[in-house]
T-cell receptor, first 112, second 114 residues
Framework: GDSVTQMEGPVTLSEEAFLTINCTYT??????LFWYVQYPGEGLQLLLK?????DKGSNKGFEATYRKETTSFHLEKGSVQVSDSAVYFC???????????FGRGTSLIVHP | NAGVTQTPKFQVLKTGQSMTLQCAQD?????MSWYRQDPGMGLRLIHY???????DQGEVPNGYNVSRSTTEDFPLRLLSAAPSQTSVYFC?????????????FGNGTRLTVT
């Protein structure tokens, strides 16, 4: 089955710093790739997605590019805010049912 | 605009007790699923359903039962709770299988088994 490796957290940054959260995956065929975000006390919600090689997903200043050759989907943001403090999950989805496999999540803490 | 609604938000059970976690969605989604979230483990799929009357096992199905009699509801049953089932449970749905649509999550049920 699919598997995901995310960088371990917590990642602690100062406001306006640059963010990278690494994600690599193994999957059958050509998966769709998703980043979800979980704010404290809430369920996960979609942050961005990419469905084919070299696609770039973007939302709320976050970006990630589908890199088929390196099987990676790293999340980046140029200038983080305190409100970005959350847990981020990388999730490839492949196979006939496209059921996503979730990474362990990376906690991001942004200080003012 | 309710989305995915889970009840209860919190529950404490004693070992051996049974209970049902409720999940309802109002988006006419075909696909529904249950995950558990444990520290350091990410989300693990328990059971899923691709439509009314159809269910299947995920990665960690033991100790849990599901049924899908309507499109809207997908309850998760614990027949005899164990401390190992202490976790946060999330229900999630999406439009259908075989496409690129994202999952919509409820806000979770925090279950403690003593």
């Amino acid at each position: 089955g699919d598997s995901v490796t995310q960088m371990e957290g917590p990642v602690t940054l100062s406001e306006e710093a640059f963010l990278t959260i690494n994600c690599t995956y193994t999957a059958t065929g050509y998966p769709s790739l998703f980043w979800y975000v979980q704010y404290p006390g809430e369920g996960l919600q979609l942050l961005l997605k990419a469905t084919k090689a070299d696609d770039k997903g973007s939302n709320k200043g976050f970006e990630a590019t589908y890199r088929k050759e390196t099987t990676s989907f790293h999340l980046e943001k140029g200038s983080v805010q305190v409100s970005d403090s959350a847990v981020y999950f990388c999730a490839p989805a492949s196979g006939g049912s496209y059921i996503p496999t979730f990474g362990r999540g990376t906690s991001l803490i942004v200080h003012p | 605009n309710a989305g995915v609604t889970q009840t209860p938000k919190f529950q404490v059970l004693k070992t051996g007790q049974s209970m049902t976690l409720q999940c309802a969605q109002d988006m006419n989604h075909e696909y529904m699923s249950w995950y558990r979230q444990d520290p350091g483990m990410g989300l693990r799929l328990i059971h899923y359903s691709v439509g009314a009357g159809i269910t299947d096992q995920g990665e960690v199905p033991n100790g849990y039962n599901v049924s899908r009699s309507t499109t809207e509801d997908f309850p998760l049953r614990l027949l005899s709770a164990a401390p190992s089932q202490t976790s946060v449970y999330f229900c999630a749905s999406r439009t259908s299988t075989g496409d690129y649509s994202p999952l919509h999550f409820g806000n979770g049920t925090r279950l403690t088994v003593t």
